[in-house]
């Protein structure tokens, strides 16, 4: 029958070997997690309250809401509403 020894003399377990994977998990898990935005673009043109494509890069590139996109936050994904399928955008 194996023991674990926390005393942190040699032996089976010491005490590095049980409390540096519990330390290491607790940093992992305190660590703030940056979570990437979907910009959905839903306008070819400039309208109040719309999401442009230019909108869109400048929101992802920023991480700040621009026109009527949502704010970017870390690695962003621009997709593009289904309205605007056939559509030509214009930079």
Known sequence: MKTLNLSGKSGCFGLKTVLLPLCMLAVMMLAPQVMAE???????????????????????????????CAAGNGDDTIIFAASLSGQIITL
Request: aromatic share 0%; net charge negative.
């Open 38 to 68: 979907t910009i959905t673009v839903n306008s070819c043109d400039t309208v109040p309250g719309t999401c442009t494509l230019s909108d869109a890069i400048t929101a992802a590139n920023t991480d700040t809401a621009t026109g009527g």
